[in-house]
Nanobody, 122 residues
Framework: MQLQAFGGGLVQAGDSLRLSCAASGRTFSNYHMGWFRQALGKERELVAAISWSGGSTSYADSVKGRFTISRDNAKNTVYLQMNSLKPEDTAVYYC????????????????WGQGTLVTVST
């Protein structure tokens, strides 16, 4: 599976941004999807995940109430709507896919996108 993430950019604190991740090469609906981020000098963290059907979502405490993950299986795309952005949200954001037979939302993800940089200024 190939994953291409886009939509990052430079925004001000309090702004909104929507990331998209387009998948190809595999049956998209066979995969749970996740958005991870890695800030400079920090470990990568799982920000949000969504089950293969979209019926279940999971969020890191730091983004609950501000970020929303969604997917459109007809378009092979997963989204991350980010509202009320904070400077601490600055990071490279990656989308990833996990085959549905594995544990959800944690565990090893099978495919990764290239990342898109989100920078939130004060």
């Amino acid at each position: 599976m190939q994953l291409q993430a886009f939509g990052g950019g430079l925004v001000q604190a309090g702004d909104s941004l929507r990331l998209s991740c387009a998948a190809s090469g595999r049956t998209f609906s066979n995969y749970h999807m996740g958005w991870f981020r890695q800030a400079l000098g920090k470990e990568r963290e799982l920000v949000a995940a969504i089950s293969w059907s979209g019926g279940s979502t999971s969020y890191a405490d730091s983004v609950k109430g501000r970020f929303t993950i969604s997917r459109d299986n007809a378009k092979n795309t997963v989204y991350l709507q980010m509202n009320s952005l904070k400077p601490e949200d600055t990071a490279v954001y990656y989308c990833a896919a996990k085959y549905l037979s594995g544990s959800y939302p944690t565990g090893m993800y099978d495919y990764w996108g290239q990342g898109t940089l989100v920078t939130v200024s004060t």
